[in-house]
């Protein structure tokens, strides 16, 4: 039996940059020290997959890069199926890429409902650090402004959690498996 049997498929999606995988990186982490400064980080080539054992979870990060955002809309059924949860970050301090995200969630979702009836949404608002200007957190206004009425018309449940790397306890959180349920409503 593989390893990755019997794991729930957590899929962690949004723009290149978003940082995706600094947070995979920290939950792997057991003795989770605030870093000091963002930790250099190299894009990811399209899927990098990591077991959280104990956890019971697999994480399928997705390169955000265009060419592989394109990818994943063109081969559906090689990336959505089985998928419990659907992570999706959102960079909170990225204006300029504020609305092509707010589409290409959209699209990921629409297939996502497709290939996973039952994937559970959870939308991380992420960068959200400690001394981040207040003044521009209506970034997640503006994003929510273009994805709810979309998310409400299919009745759609979702969770939102504001994140950072440099508050460990909001990435806790985040991926607290038992606490979302509840949430959510299961
Ligand atoms: N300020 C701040 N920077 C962060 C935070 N999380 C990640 N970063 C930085 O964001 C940059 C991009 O991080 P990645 O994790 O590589 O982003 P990604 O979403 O995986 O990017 P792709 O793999 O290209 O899709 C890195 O310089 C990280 O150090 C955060 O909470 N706050
Ligand atoms: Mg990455």
Redesign the pocket.
């Known amino acids: 039996m593989s390893k990755e049997d019997n794991k729930k498929k957590i899929i962690i999606m ?10 995979v990186k920290y939950l792997k982490i057991s003795n989770y020290e605030i870093p000091e400064n ?7 080539n399209k899927v990098e997959r990591t077991v959280l054992a104990d956890k019971n979870l697999i994480i399928w ?1 997705f ?3 265009e060419v592989y955002r394109n990818e994943y809309l063109e081969k559906p059924e090689s990336y959505f199926h089985s998928v419990s949860y659907f992570y999706y ?1 959102i960079d909170v ?1 990225d204006y300029y890429r504020l609305f092509s995200s707010a589409m290409y969630f959209m699209a990921i979702y629409n297939v996502i409902s497709k290939y996973s009836l039952d994937a559970r949404i959870v939308l991380l608002f ?2 959200w ?1 400690p001394e981040f200007d207040p003044k521009k957190k209506n970034l997640k206004e503006k994003f929510l402004e273009k994805v709810q009425p979309y998310l409400e018309k299919r009745n759609t449940a979702y969770l939102m959690f504001d ?4 508050s460990p306890n909001t990435i806790k959180s985040a991926f607290n498996i038992d606490l979302i349920k509840t949430n959510i409503g299961l």
């Not at 949004?14 to 947070?23: P, V």
Request: hydrophobic letters at 25%; proline letters at 10%; charged letters at 20%.
């Open positions: 949004g723009m290149e940059n978003a940082g995706k995988s600094t947070i963002p930790p250099d980080m190299n894009p990811t990060d390169g955000g890069q970050v301090q992420h960068k650090d994140t950072s790397i440099f």
